[in-house]
């Protein structure tokens, strides 16, 4: 089950990749992906698309997303799997955790301006496709595009975390209730990207704790962000909490992202692929079907641990 190209982590244009949901698919199959899931924040408005044609070039195909939760006084992603993108309780959750990303977007203008740049909150819109998920990552194009800065790392250092001009605090939605709506809707709740948080070892405890305590079950050991050693770390973090383990490139932008669709290293075979628990939710196509059936018969080759 660890043979096959999982990638389960990447933005559209819907949020804030810069890609269509069938360009991404493009991509993502030109990459090798078999399994691919679209995880834009905060948003399913995309689903369709993106299983559309994912399974139309041979792709299987999950259902993502990724909500904004607050705590400890950090912002952390849960990446939603396998759901049902229909559900009411869900898509009720996720308009409220949307919401107020505008006027988070004109303080954050407001910021910009004091430090003598003008006119963000307008540039900004411009690279947005969907308005109510205006974010820093389309403050930082404008930046880019303006002169300001010469990549979006570098905006991101200089005008958009604690501290810098242009950051402005939000209060996302509680991770009791990110990780219920996804359980209630059949999927599986996954810890994004755990090596990105600035956690001490006492706080990263208390957020996986929580974390099962309310149904999560999945986190991310290997995707764009982590480095070899938080690879090796995550893993065993994963083995000590007896989680499920996802690997996805949170891709964004051709030409911004660090990471390409499916170019990632492969899970350790000691760990249990997040994939294996939701068979009955993945939608395949008809080359997946058939892939399914011959791993299902095709002795398995020893794995690296």
């Known amino acids: 089950m660890h043979l096959i ?98 006027e988070r977007a004109r303080q954050m203008a407001a910021g910009l301006a004091r430090a003598g740049i003008e006119g ?18 389309h403050f930082a194009r404008f930046l880019v595009d303006s002169g300001v800065c010469p990549d979006t790392h570098t905006v991101f250092r200089r005008y958009l975390t604690t501290g810098n001009p242009g950051y402005v605090p939000h209060q996302w939605a509680r991770l009791r209730d990110a990780v219920r ?11 994004a990207h755990p090596g ?14 929580e974390f099962l305590a309310h149904g999560g079950l999945g986190m991310e050991v290997i995707t764009g962000s982590h480095s070899a050693a938080e690879q090796i770390r995550y893993a065993e973090t994963a083995l000590e909490f007896g989680l499920l383990s996802s690997r996805g490139s949170d891709f964004h932008s051709p030409h911004e992202s660090r990471t390409e669709l499916g170019a990632l290293p492969d899970l350790p075979g000691r760990l249990a692929p997040v994939w294996g628990a939701l068979q009955h ?19 398995r080759k020893p794995e690296m641990a």
């Open 5 to 102: 190209n999982a990638d389960l982590h990447s933005h559209s244009d819907i949020s804030d990749g810069t890609l269509s949901p069938e360009a991404l698919a493009e991509r993502a199959h030109a990459q090798g992906v078999e399994l691919w899931s679209l995880t834009d924040h905060d948003e399913v408005g995309g689903q369709q698309r993106a299983r559309d044609a994912a399974l139309a070039l041979g792709m299987d195909y999950l259902t993502g997303t990724e909500i904004s939760v607050s705590f400890a006084g950090e912002t952390v992603h849960i990446v939603g799997l396998g759901f049902d993108a229909d559900d009411a309780a869900l898509q009720a959750g996720l308009a409220a955790t949307r919401s107020g990303r505008r």
């Open 196 to 209: 990105r948080y600035r956690f001490t070892a006492t706080e990263e405890y208390a957020l996986i704790t």
């Open 281 to 299: 939710r993945i939608q395949r196509s008809r080359s997946g079907t058939a892939r399914a059936s011959d791993r299902a018969v095709r002795p």
């Open 120 to 137: 963000a909150f307008e540039g900004a819109l411009r690279y947005v496709g969907n308005a109510d998920l205006i974010s820093r990552t």
């Open 181 to 191: 709506w996804v359980v209630g809707a059949g999927g599986v709740a996954v810890i």
